[in-house]
């Protein structure tokens, strides 16, 4: 249940550590898990100790400030599946991805729902160290 | 009221009864025979009375002698008895044996099973779906709500929580395997203090590789079994 000034975890390394929505897109309420949604960057990574491995140029994609599309996913409010399980995660989480659809950062750490290959979000997906 | 409006009223309610195979009749038709013998009026009954004709139909003390008396009306049982189970439960038991059909599962968490799963015990869920990964975590809270009776796993995954509901009965779900039981049994059905920092848990991830290994050395690696079948399903396949 992502809306309005919702504050949310940014999980790649595109800079941006914590994020707030301001807009959740398509006629919806609320943004679920594969949802697209608006947010504006309140917190970016420290610059060195972000991603080592990374270049600096990657961790510096996104400032304090920005105002970023972004989609959901993970979420703390409980996502039913179609064959009865439900699933539900201990935070809310996104990850920033261009006008076009396209994730802004390289890489993804943490665990994703599953539900955003059926949401055309598959490239995030495969990106993501785990998917549940 | 006249004989014949009281016959046609009675003939009319009986034709607004639903009719049914078992329908007691309501009206005898009267034999052509009696009406002529019935008294029409006050002096041909007290002449009856008088002469001590056997008199058919003798209405009783107290009604009007015009009114026939009133008939029997034969009370049957109800058309079937009602089926001991209600269908909702029909349709559980039905359901159950075709999902469960050695009862494995609901012995498992029963609640008169000594052996049963309880709350705070870690399990691991497999899937018939090869490309699913088995989920563990700890049990938090079992749902009995008999065919729809499911189970919370929480675990940590990539140092983020995460919790899982399951359907028991579920055709996806191939086996549960119960990895650690809690040392002490909880004192709580619902384990949801759990989700506080303070009493989390964390990963149950070292606690299911140390018990995958214990269980290669007894020989009874599921997995490997289930690994070894794809291969041999791609050697056929690469045969072919």
Same mark, same amino acid.
């Given at each position: 249940?992502?809306?309005l000034?919702?504050?949310l975890?940014?999980? #790649?390394n595109?800079g941006?550590?914590i !994020?707030?929505?301001? /807009?959740?897109l398509?006629q =919806?309420r609320?943004a679920?898990?594969g949802d697209?949604?608006?947010i504006?960057v309140q917190?970016?990574?420290?610059l060195?100790?972000s991603?080592?491995?990374?270049?600096?140029?990657?961790a510096q994609?996104?400032?304090?400030? #920005?105002?970023?599309h972004a989609?959901v !996913?993970?979420?703390? /409010?409980q996502?039913q599946r =179609?064959?009865?399980?439900?699933v539900?995660?201990?935070?809310n989480?996104c990850?920033?991805v261009n006008?076009a659809g396209?994730?802004?950062?390289?890489?993804m750490n943490?665990?994703?729902?599953?539900?955003?290959?059926?949401k055309?979000?598959?490239k995030i997906?495969?990106?993501?160290?785990?998917?549940? | 009221m006249s004989?014949q409006?009281?016959?046609s009223?009675?003939?009319r309610f009986?034709?607004a009864?639903?009719?049914?195979?078992?329908k007691?009749k309501?009206i005898q038709p009267?034999p052509?025979?009696?009406?002529?013998?019935?008294p029409?009026t006050?002096?041909?009954?007290l002449?009856?009375?008088?002469t001590k004709?056997?008199v058919?139909?003798?209405?009783?003390?107290?009604?009007?002698p015009?009114?026939?008396?009133?008939?029997?009306?034969k009370?049957?049982?109800?058309?079937?008895?009602?089926?001991?189970?209600s269908v909702?439960s029909?349709?559980?038991?039905?359901?159950?044996?075709l999902?469960?059909?050695?009862?494995l599962?609901?012995?498992?968490f029963?609640?008169?099973?000594?052996?049963?799963i309880?709350?705070?015990?870690?399990?691991?869920?497999?899937?018939?779906?090869?490309n699913t990964?088995?989920?563990?975590g700890?049990?938090?809270?079992?749902?009995r709500r008999?065919l729809d009776?499911a189970?919370?796993?929480?675990?940590h995954?990539?140092?983020v929580?995460v919790?899982?509901w399951y359907?028991?009965?579920?055709?996806?779900?191939?086996g549960?395997?119960?990895?650690e039981?809690?040392?002490?049994?909880?004192?709580?059905?619902?384990?949801?203090y759990?989700r506080?920092?303070?009493?989390?848990?964390?990963s149950?991830?070292g606690?299911?590789t140390?018990?995958?290994?214990?269980r290669m050395?007894?020989g009874?690696?599921?997995?490997a079994?289930k690994?070894?079948?794809?291969?041999?399903?791609?050697k056929k396949?690469g045969?072919?």
């Amino acid at each position: 249940m992502i809306q309005l000034k919702t504050m949310l975890n940014c999980i #790649d390394n595109s800079g941006a550590s914590i !994020v707030e929505c301001i /807009k959740v897109l398509g006629q =919806k309420r609320h943004a679920r898990i594969g949802d697209r949604i608006v947010i504006v960057v309140q917190r970016q990574r420290a610059l060195g100790l972000s991603d080592s491995h990374s270049n600096s140029a990657a961790a510096q994609k996104v400032r304090k400030g #920005d105002i970023r599309h972004a989609v959901v !996913v993970r979420t703390k /409010k409980q996502l039913q599946r =179609k064959d009865g399980s439900v699933v539900r995660f201990d935070d809310n989480a996104c990850v920033l991805v261009n006008k076009a659809g396209e994730p802004i950062g390289t890489r993804m750490n943490g665990v994703v729902g599953r539900e955003l290959g059926e949401k055309k979000w598959s490239k995030i997906l495969s990106l993501a160290p785990m998917h549940i | 009221m006249s004989l014949q409006t009281l016959r046609s009223s009675l003939v009319r309610f009986r034709d607004a009864v639903p009719t049914t195979t078992t329908k007691p009749k309501l009206i005898q038709p009267r034999p052509p025979g009696v009406l002529a013998t019935m008294p029409k009026t006050l002096d041909q009954l007290l002449s009856q009375l008088r002469t001590k004709k056997p008199v058919k139909n003798q209405p009783k003390e107290g009604r009007s002698p015009l009114k026939p008396a009133p008939k029997k009306i034969k009370v049957y049982p109800p058309p079937c008895p009602r089926p001991p189970n209600s269908v909702l439960s029909n349709f559980t038991t039905t359901q159950l044996k075709l999902l469960d059909p050695k009862g494995l599962r609901q012995r498992l968490f029963s609640r008169t099973n000594k052996d049963a799963i309880l709350p705070g015990d870690i399990l691991q869920i497999r899937f018939k779906d090869a490309n699913t990964e088995p989920f563990a975590g700890v049990l938090i809270n079992i749902r009995r709500r008999g065919l729809d009776t499911a189970i919370l796993l929480r675990n940590h995954l990539t140092r983020v929580g995460v919790e899982m509901w399951y359907k028991l009965y579920s055709p996806k779900i191939e086996g549960i395997d119960l990895v650690e039981r809690k040392e002490r049994r909880a004192r709580r059905a619902k384990l949801y203090y759990m989700r506080l920092p303070k009493h989390d848990k964390g990963s149950v991830e070292g606690v299911v590789t140390r018990w995958k290994k214990n269980r290669m050395l007894f020989g009874g690696d599921l997995d490997a079994k289930k690994n070894n079948k794809k291969k041999m399903m791609a050697k056929k396949a690469g045969k072919k």
